[in-house]
C-alpha cells in the first residue's frame, strides 16, 4: 500500500509540475510573487512546502518566497496589508474571510478552473469561499481538517465504554465515572479560543440549535439551544475542572499529550505530537466521529486552509498566483501525505490515495487503521455557518467568542442558560443588522 501511494504521488507531482512549466517564460522578467501562511500544526508540512514552493517558482522562471506566522496573526496581518495597499500575493488563513470581502479578488475564475480540473469538492470547502448573496468566490479553499473525538482508549474501556463515546450521554456519563474514579477529567474548552469555540457548536448543533437557520435568519435563543448550554454546563460542573475557563489553542493537546484528560475534540495534531515523544502512549488514543446529540451527530471543520489574493495583486503577479494555487491543489496527494493526514482535500480526486492511508497510516500508527473513523467525515463534518451560509457576521460571532463565553457563564453559574443564550442572541443579532445593511448578509424576515 505504501509502495503503491508513493507512485501515484509521483505520477501527481509530474503531472502538476509539468503543467506549471508549460506557463514558464509567460511572466515578465522580475516577477515574484510571496505567500503568507501559518505555522502549520505538522512540522514536516512546512518543510515540504517550503521546498515545493521554491522548486515551483524555479519551474515557473519567477521568484517565490514563503513566510510563515502564528495562526493568531493572520487575520491582523491581512487586514494590515489590505488597508495599506501592499503586502503578500497570496495569503492563507484558517478560518472563512468573508468579512474581509471588499478588499480580495473574486477568485470566481479560479473555483471554476479547479472544479473543470479537479471535479467536485467537499461542501465545507464551497462554505468557506463563497458568498450567495453577493454571488461571489472571495475565496479558494484548498483543504479542511476534520474534528474526531479523541480519547485515552484504557480510561474509557475501563468505564465501559472500549470504543469511546458515541454520543452526548455517553460523554456525560462514562467522563464523569472516569472522572470520579481517576480525577482526570473531559477538556472540553469553555474559554475565547479556537477549540472551545468548535466544540460549544458542535453540542449545539446536535441538540438541535444554531446560531442562524438556513435562510440567514438568528435562532440562537431556542429551547434546543437552552438545552445544549444546560447540558455543557452540566458536563462541566460533573466531569471538567475549572481549567477550561483559561482554556487556549494549545491547552487540549498539551493536556492529551501529558495524559491528564480523557477525551477532547480535536484534529490529529496532538496525537501525532504524542506519537513522536511516546509510540506506547500514542498507541492508547483512538478516535470518534462527532457524537450524537438528540438530533444528529455534527461537528464543524477544525479549520480550513484558505486562499485569498488581496485586490492590490495585480498583472502577471496574479496570474501567477493563480497558476500556483492551481498547482498546489493538484500535488494535494504531497500536500495529505507530509501533513500526516491532517489536510484533507477539497476536491476528492486530487488525493486518491486517502482511504488507503485511513486504512493503514503512513506514518505508523498503531493499529494501522486508527484513522478510519475519519472516511465518514463528510458525513458530520460542517462549517461554522451551518445550517445557512458562512457569512460575514457568522465569520464575526466565531471572532467574538460569543458562544463559549454564552456557555461560560452557566458553567459558572453567573446567569442561568435561559438569560445567558437571551443576552448572546441579541448581541448576534446586532451583528447580523450591521452585515444585513452591507448587503453581505440575507434573511431578515
Same mark, same amino acid.
Given at each position: 500500500?505504501? =509502495?503503491?501511494?508513493?507512485?501515484?504521488?509521483?505520477?501527481?507531482?509530474?503531472?502538476?509540475?509539468?503543467?506549471?512549466?508549460?506557463?514558464?517564460?509567460?511572466?515578465?522578467?522580475g516577477?515574484?510573487?510571496?505567500?503568507?501562511?501559518?505555522?502549520?500544526?505538522?512540522?514536516?508540512?512546512?518543510?515540504?512546502?517550503? *521546498?515545493?514552493a521554491?522548486?515551483?517558482?524555479?519551474?515557473?522562471?519567477?521568484?517565490?518566497?514563503?513566510?510563515?506566522?502564528?495562526?493568531?496573526e493572520?487575520?491582523? !496581518?491581512?487586514?494590515?496589508?489590505?488597508?495599506?495597499?501592499?503586502?503578500h500575493?497570496?495569503?492563507?488563513?484558517?478560518?472563512s474571510?468573508?468579512?474581509?470581502?471588499?478588499?480580495?479578488?473574486?477568485?470566481?475564475?479560479?473555483?471554476?478552473?479547479?472544479?473543470?480540473?479537479?471535479? /467536485?469538492?467537499?461542501? !465545507? +470547502?464551497?462554505?468557506?469561499?463563497?458568498?450567495?448573496?453577493?454571488?461571489?468566490?472571495?475565496?479558494?479553499?484548498?483543504?479542511?481538517?476534520?474534528?474526531?473525538?479523541?480519547?485515552?482508549?484504557?480510561?474509557?474501556?475501563?468505564?465501559?465504554?472500549?470504543?469511546?463515546?458515541?454520543?452526548?450521554?455517553?460523554?456525560?456519563?462514562?467522563?464523569?465515572?472516569?472522572?470520579?474514579?481517576?480525577?482526570?477529567?473531559?477538556?472540553?474548552?469553555?474559554?475565547? /479560543?479556537?477549540? %472551545?469555540?468548535?466544540?460549544?457548536?458542535?453540542?449545539?448543533?446536535?441538540?438541535?440549535?444554531?446560531?442562524?437557520?438556513?435562510?440567514?435568519?438568528?435562532?440562537?435563543?431556542?429551547?434546543?439551544?437552552?438545552?445544549?448550554?444546560?447540558?455543557?454546563?452540566?458536563?462541566?460542573?460533573?466531569?471538567?475542572?475549572?481549567?477550561?475557563?483559561g482554556?487556549?489553542? *494549545?491547552s487540549?493537546?498539551?493536556?492529551?499529550?501529558?495524559?491528564?484528560?480523557s477525551?477532547?475534540?480535536?484534529s490529529? %495534531?496532538?496525537?501525532?505530537?504524542?506519537?513522536?515523544?511516546?509510540?506506547?502512549?500514542?498507541?492508547n488514543?483512538?478516535?470518534?466521529?462527532?457524537?450524537?446529540?438528540?438530533a444528529?451527530?455534527?461537528?464543524?471543520?477544525?479549520?480550513?486552509?484558505?486562499?485569498?489574493?488581496p485586490?492590490?495583486?495585480?498583472?502577471?503577479? $496574479?496570474?501567477?498566483?493563480?497558476?500556483?494555487?492551481l498547482?498546489?491543489?493538484?500535488?494535494?496527494? =504531497?500536500?495529505?501525505?507530509?501533513?500526516?493526514?491532517?489536510?484533507?482535500? +477539497?476536491?476528492?480526486?486530487t488525493?486518491?490515495?486517502?482511504?488507503?492511508?485511513? /486504512?493503514?497510516d503512513?506514518?505508523?500508527?498503531?493499529?494501522?487503521?486508527?484513522? /478510519?473513523?475519519?472516511?465518514?467525515?463528510?458525513?458530520?463534518?460542517?462549517? $461554522?455557518?451551518?445550517?445557512?451560509?458562512?457569512?460575514?457576521?457568522?465569520?464575526?460571532?466565531?471572532?467574538?467568542?460569543?458562544?463559549?463565553?454564552?456557555?461560560?457563564?452557566?458553567?459558572?453559574?453567573?446567569?442561568?442558560?435561559?438569560?445567558?443564550?437571551?443576552?448572546?442572541?441579541?448581541?448576534?443579532?446586532?451583528?447580523?443588522?450591521?452585515?444585513?445593511?452591507?448587503?453581505?448578509?440575507?434573511?431578515?424576515?
Amino acid at each position: 500500500m505504501k =509502495d503503491l501511494s508513493r507512485i501515484l504521488m509521483a505520477v501527481f507531482v509530474f503531472v502538476a509540475l509539468t503543467f506549471s512549466a508549460g506557463a514558464q517564460g509567460g511572466y515578465a522578467e522580475g516577477t515574484e510573487i510571496s505567500l503568507l501562511q501559518w505555522s502549520h500544526f505538522v512540522p514536516r508540512y512546512d518543510e515540504w512546502f517550503d *521546498a515545493y514552493a521554491a522548486e515551483w517558482g524555479e519551474a515557473n522562471g519567477l521568484g517565490v518566497t514563503v513566510d510563515h506566522v502564528n495562526f493568531t496573526e493572520l487575520f491582523s !496581518t491581512l487586514a494590515a496589508e489590505i488597508d495599506a495597499g501592499d503586502g503578500h500575493t497570496i495569503v492563507e488563513v484558517l478560518f472563512s474571510p468573508a468579512s474581509y470581502i471588499d478588499g480580495l479578488h473574486d477568485l470566481g475564475d479560479l473555483n471554476a478552473q479547479a472544479a473543470e480540473m479537479f471535479g /467536485e469538492r467537499a461542501s !465545507t +470547502c464551497q462554505a468557506a469561499s463563497y458568498l450567495p448573496v453577493v454571488d461571489t468566490y472571495y475565496a479558494y479553499t484548498h483543504g479542511y481538517v476534520p474534528d474526531p473525538g479523541d480519547y485515552d482508549i484504557a480510561l474509557w474501556s475501563e468505564a465501559g465504554y472500549p470504543d469511546g463515546p458515541k454520543t452526548y450521554d455517553d460523554l456525560l456519563e462514562g467522563g464523569r465515572a472516569i472522572f470520579e474514579a481517576t480525577g482526570i477529567p473531559v477538556g472540553i474548552g469553555m474559554s475565547p /479560543e479556537l477549540d %472551545s469555540r468548535m466544540a460549544n457548536r458542535a453540542a449545539i448543533w446536535s441538540f438541535g440549535g444554531s446560531v442562524q437557520d438556513e435562510n440567514e435568519n438568528v435562532v440562537l435563543n431556542s429551547e434546543e439551544t437552552i438545552a445544549a448550554v444546560k447540558y455543557l454546563a452540566q458536563l462541566q460542573n460533573e466531569a471538567m475542572t475549572d481549567e477550561v475557563f483559561g482554556w487556549t489553542a *494549545a491547552s487540549n493537546n498539551q493536556a492529551l499529550i501529558a495524559g491528564e484528560v480523557s477525551y477532547i475534540l480535536n484534529s490529529n %495534531s496532538a496525537y501525532r505530537s504524542l506519537q513522536k515523544i511516546d509510540e506506547a502512549a500514542a498507541a492508547n488514543i483512538g478516535f470518534t466521529s462527532a457524537l450524537a446529540g438528540p438530533a444528529g451527530a455534527y461537528a464543524s471543520s477544525h479549520v480550513w486552509q484558505i486562499y485569498v489574493i488581496p485586490e492590490y495583486v495585480e498583472g502577471d503577479e $496574479l496570474a501567477a498566483a493563480k497558476q500556483f494555487i492551481l498547482d498546489h491543489s493538484a500535488n494535494y496527494s =504531497d500536500v495529505t501525505y507530509h501533513s500526516e493526514l491532517y489536510n484533507f482535500p +477539497c476536491h476528492a480526486s486530487t488525493v486518491p490515495e486517502l482511504d488507503g492511508w485511513l /486504512e493503514e497510516d503512513p506514518w505508523g500508527s498503531q493499529p494501522p487503521n486508527k484513522f /478510519e473513523v475519519l472516511k465518514t467525515v463528510n458525513d458530520w463534518s460542517v462549517h $461554522l455557518g451551518f445550517p445557512g451560509v458562512t457569512n460575514p457576521a457568522i465569520s464575526q460571532v466565531f471572532a467574538e467568542s460569543i458562544i463559549p463565553n454564552m456557555v461560560a457563564q452557566v458553567a459558572l453559574g453567573e446567569m442561568n442558560a435561559e438569560e445567558a443564550v437571551a443576552q448572546a442572541h441579541e448581541r448576534v443579532e446586532e451583528i447580523f443588522a450591521d452585515w444585513r445593511a452591507r448587503g453581505m448578509v440575507g434573511g431578515g424576515m
